[in-house]
């Protein structure tokens, strides 16, 4: 158990639709990292917060945002989904924002039909 | 444009014998690389981490060597044993505050009894 708490495990929508995904960190981080996995794909970096300030963007599309809450949860907001948006998320946590070793949640998978 | 490259989606060993996985990189500027593990419907989690001073790390069983020149790095796991079946990820990162974790594609490790 990584300490990382990511719901929900699994979402099946429509396409069209929006979902939030949810992750709390580690207790006592302060960053909290999104990642994408889809088929046959590496884990993609998405976006990075450090105590509720966003510090670092990867590929994420425009129709994904994300935000970090006073009480450091994360949360991940797919909107005007698509087939392709199919994929595990991975939320992880650290310390620091440097990155370093992540603790990983267990990931939310998004069905998207 | 694939910065961590894991060429071998796959790898299958008999139990008690050496894996050896690879990893090459691109990017110069990375001087932090990190392995992972991921069982099926979990999170990746760490396994052992080397920095660029360095050129060998070993934590018992895992050993991880870097060749800067070449822009390699190898995981070798010795003895190989039947619960080290996993995906492993390799993982490089530029030093300094909001430096993110870019992975590879992964390589997936089957240990034979």
């Known amino acids: 158990d990584s300490g990382v708490t990511q719901t929900p495990k699994h979402l099946i929508t429509a396409t069209g639709q929006r979902v939030t995904l949810r992750c709390s960190p580690r207790s006592g981080d302060l960053s909290v990292y999104w990642y994408q996995q889809s088929l046959d794909q590496g884990l993609q970096f998405l976006i990075q917060?450090?105590?509720?300030?966003?510090?670092a963007k990867g590929n994420i599309l425009e129709r994904f945002s994300a935000q970090q809450f006073p009480d450091l949860h994360s949360e991940l907001n797919l909107s005007s989904l698509e087939l392709g948006d199919s994929a595990l998320y991975f939320c992880?946590?650290?310390?620091?924002?440097?990155?370093?070793?992540?603790?990983f949640g267990e990931g939310s998978r998004l069905t998207v039909l | 444009d694939q910065q961590v490259k894991q060429n071998s989606p796959s790898l299958s060993v008999q139990e008690g014998r050496i894996s050896i996985l690879n990893c090459d990189y691109t990017?110069?500027?990375?001087?932090?690389f990190l392995w992972y593990k991921k069982y099926p419907a979990e999170g990746p989690t760490f396994l052992i981490s080397i920095s660029s001073i360095k050129d060998k790390n070993e934590d018992g069983r895992f050993t991880v060597f870097l060749n800067k020149s070449a822009k390699h790095l190898s995981l070798h796991i010795v003895p190989s044993q039947p619960g080290d079946s996993a995906v492993y990820f390799c993982?490089?990162?530029?030093?300094?505050?909001?430096?993110?974790?870019?992975f590879g594609k992964g390589i997936t490790l089957s240990v034979r009894p």
């Open positions: 990017n110069s500027m990375f001087d932090y």
């Open positions: 993982a490089a990162t530029p030093s300094g505050a909001n430096s993110k974790l870019t």
């Open positions: 992880a946590s650290s310390k620091r924002t440097g990155a370093g070793e992540l603790f």
């Open positions: 917060y450090y105590n509720g300030e966003e510090r």
